[in-house]
């Protein structure tokens, strides 16, 4: 079993359609990424976080250290938003530095 | 600054051959990782830098790969005698250190090698 799980693999969706996307991870953890990659494309930190919630403009993520789980949101989707998400996490165990990654959702938006 | 960048973007190569990769961090950044991503899979940890100390390598890391930072700024990535497993996307980034963290890591393009 992975340490992190994403889900869904795949979505679909209509420009305007509000967004989630989970990541569920099964070690302790000093902090989560979200992260962006465009195809052919390298990848973009869109959010780091250890607690609680944070917003960048449609964007939103949240965990709960609690129940080893992240969301993130888009709010207003739009077909720029076509990418794939990538959830990461920096786990307490041996080095706290490297990153590990789920497999990423690939998102689709229609106009 | 203008972020982490890698050299080359795209490697294509015959089976047997080796190559090497180039990663030049943000300036201010000590700490130096290499990642490789396989087509429709998460990025997998390789290998990381702190100043030109390699501290950590993942037992993905055969001894055909190697990998320096000899001045503590750039980095490179080298694979000998390439097999068609090793194409991948390889990844670089690059953080920051000091009490505290843990810092946020910043990407590059990746180097997209295929090995033919």
Redesign the interface.
């Known amino acids: 079993k992975n340490e992190?799980e994403q889900s869904p693999q795949n979505l679909t969706a209509q420009e305007g359609e509000f967004i989630t996307i989970n990541c569920s991870y099964s070690v302790g953890i000093?902090?989560l990424?979200w992260?962006q990659q465009h195809p052919?494309?390298?990848?973009?930190?869109l959010f780091?976080l250890?607690s609680g919630k944070k917003k960048h403009g449609r964007l939103i993520a949240t965990i709960n250290i609690q129940e080893k789980h992240s969301s993130l949101h888009i709010t207003a989707s739009h077909p720029r938003d076509s990418a794939v998400y990538?959830c990461?996490v920096?786990t307490l165990r041996?080095?706290?530095?490297?990153?590990?990654?789920?497999?990423?959702t690939l998102l689709t938006v229609n106009p | 600054d203008t972020g982490v960048s890698?050299d080359p973007r795209h490697k294509i190569t015959k089976r047997g051959q080796n190559v090497t990769f180039r990663c030049d961090p943000i300036s201010e950044h000590n700490?130096l990782?290499w990642?490789r991503q396989t087509l429709?899979?998460?990025?997998?940890?390789l290998t990381?830098f702190q100043n030109e100390a390699q501290?950590?390598k993942s037992r993905l890391l055969s001894d055909r790969f190697s990998a320096e930072r000899p001045k503590g700024s750039f980095s490179t990535l080298e694979i000998q005698r390439t097999e068609q497993g090793d194409s991948a996307m390889y990844?670089c980034?690059s953080?920051s250190t000091g009490t505290g963290?843990?810092y946020?890591?910043?990407?590059?393009?990746?180097t997209?090698l295929t090995v033919t």
């Open positions: 992190v000093s902090a990424h992260l052919g494309g390298g990848i973009v930190s780091m250890s990538i990461a920096k041996g080095s706290n530095y490297k990153l590990t990654f789920g497999k990423g | 890698q700490r990782y990642y429709g899979q998460g990025p997998e940890f990381y501290l950590e990844l980034a953080s963290g843990p946020e890591q910043y990407f590059g393009p990746g997209r």
